[in-house]
């Protein structure tokens, strides 16, 4: 029995000792143990001063805390450019047949941006980004066997 007294004793002044100022009850005029600490407590910050031979507490000075977030958001975004439509099967439909240099007057009328994919059995590289007005050849003994869009 007198063992365990012992023990509560000793966590008792281990835990007392152990305090800081940080721990203690921070208010105006309360004691603090180092000058020049402080510490943020409901919306104020005290300092820790010399008065006389003590250190103590200040008044506390109010934290300037900003009650709200503003957010600034771009008010209408730029739309992006309307994509034109597609050429349908229809539209080319008359390069079928027609010689690769009657297919470029013919595009070129239309304003369409054309390339070569094939001639001959032999392929040629293309970029893959898509163009709804691009026209791609395909061309076998000079004449057009196929259109792409793209």
Same mark, same amino acid.
């Given at each position: 029995m007198m063992n365990r007294i012992l023990v509560t004793v000793v966590l008792v002044v281990a835990s007392s000792l152990s305090m800081t100022s940080s721990d203690a009850a921070v208010k105006a005029g309360?004691?603090?143990?180092?000058?020049?600490?402080?510490?943020? /407590?409901?919306?104020?910050?005290?300092?820790?001063v010399k008065s006389g031979k003590k250190f103590m507490w200040n008044k506390g000075v109010a934290i300037n805390v900003p009650s709200q977030i503003t957010v600034i958001v771009d008010p209408i975004p730029t739309p992006l450019p309307a994509m034109p439509d597609p050429l349908t099967p229809v539209e080319m439909s008359p390069l079928i047949g027609m010689t690769e240099m009657s297919a470029q007057s013919y595009a070129q009328e239309k304003g369409w941006p054309y390339r070569v994919g094939e001639r001959d059995g032999q392929f040629f590289?293309?970029?893959?980004?898509?163009?709804?007005?691009?026209?791609?050849?395909? %061309?076998?003994?000079? /004449? %057009?066997?196929?259109?792409?869009?793209?």
């Open positions: 309360a004691k603090c143990t180092k000058q020049g600490s402080s510490i943020s /407590l409901n919306g104020k910050k005290f300092t820790c590289p293309v970029t893959m980004d898509y163009s709804p007005t691009r026209v791609t050849f395909f %061309i076998a003994k000079g /004449l %057009i066997y196929k259109v792409m869009v793209g």
